[in-house]
Structure formats: C-alpha cells, structure tokens
C-alpha cells in the first residue's frame, strides 16, 4: 500500500500524559499537513511541514503541540500534557512537490483523552 | 480570516437525481479548488479538483468555478445510496499553502 500511513490508528491517553502521532507520506511526496477534525466540525489546519522544516505552524496552539519531520523516519505530531479537549481526529495529508497538487489524506488517528 | 463556507445540509436526493453541492469562499486570491467525500469515521477521498472558470468533469462528477462570484460546487449526476456521504469543500490560496476546508456538506441518497 503506498498510501499515506498513519499510526496508531486509536490512542487512548490519560490526562497530562503524552502523545505522539506518526505519518509517513506516500512515496515521492515531500510535503506533509496535519489536520485536527472534532465531531461534527470540519478539518482544521494545523501544521504544514517538508523534510527537516516547518513551512507554517499557523494553525497549532502555542503551547503542548509541536511537530516534526525528520531527514529520515515519519513526521509526528506531539502532544504534551494532553487535556480532554485534545480528543479528535487527527489526519496526515501529503502531496507531490507541485505547488498545486491535491493532498492525499492518511486514516487519520483517533485520540481520546480518559 | 479565510473562509470557505458550505451548507451543512443534510441534502436529500432521491436515487437517480442530480445532488448539487455549493462553497463559496473569502479570499478572493485562491489559486486552486478542491472536493473530498468523507464517509462516517473514515478520511477524506480526492473526488476532484478544479483550477479555471468553468467546468470540468469526471464520470458523474462535475466540479464548476466561478472565480469572480467566489464560488464552486460539485454537482453529481444519477445519484447512488452509496454516494451518501459528507462532502468538503477545500481551497487553496497561495500555491503551495495548506487548504482550508468549509465543514462539509451531508448528502443523503435514498433509494
């Protein structure tokens, strides 16, 4: 499958512990969005990354979030400290190196916060 | 703040009909446009996208863009149950930059 993966699928995280999200991109794309969907609500952008930088982290809280994507290995997506609030659906989108092309979404992980 | 706005629905079509799917969008400088259906509990799926006025078609599928309105929809012929599902509408402004998504229109399809 050269899709976009995402793992875990499901996370299930006490409050104030961590969690990390992972997303390898399919193969030849370079570029990596995160997106957070609470029920009922649309996708909300939150960060855009390519190898080893952030393009815009615009749409991430300030605090307890942060994302990467290493030269080698998964993006991810972390979460400190983790608030009830944080519970959602997480989804990793990728795309080619157009500055145009569509994004591919993964599965996406479902967070709840206990 | 960029919006792109989209009726929430639920829009019921009977099996057969033409459901058609509205967004407009506030940025007056957005590049490129795009439709993705999301069934319950799954990601979004590609359906189309759309760069110029006009139309442009796949299948069923018929994406339209109306630049200077600011507003695009997605029209969908001989509708199946198994097109029940909530559609989102996704723009970009600058190339490159990340879509912003409305929240999606629910459609209902019964047969």
Known sequence: NAGVMQNPRHLVR????????????????????????LPEEGLKFMVYLQKEN????????????????????????????????????????????QADSPLHFGNGTRLTVT | QKEVEQNSGPLSVPEGAIASLNCTYSDRGSQSFFWYRQYSGKSPE??????????????????????????VSLLIRDSQPSDSATYLCAVRGQAGTALIFGKGTTLSVSS
């Open chain 1, 14 to 37: 006490r409050r104030g512990q961590e969690a990390r999200l992972r997303c390898s991109p399919m193969k030849g794309h370079s570029h990596v969005y995160w997106y957070r969907q």
């Open chain 2, 46 to 71: 590609l359906i189309m996208f759309i760069y110029s006025n006009g139309d442009k078609e796949d299948g069923r599928f018929t994406a339209q863009l109306n630049k200077a309105s600011q507003y």
């Open chain 1, 54 to 97: 952030i393009i815009d982290e615009s749409g991430m809280p300030k605090e307890r979030f942060s994302a990467e994507f290493p030269k080698e290995g998964p993006s991810i997506l972390r979460i400190q400290q983790v608030v009830r609030g944080d519970s959602a659906a997480y989804f990793c989108a990728s795309r080619t190196g």
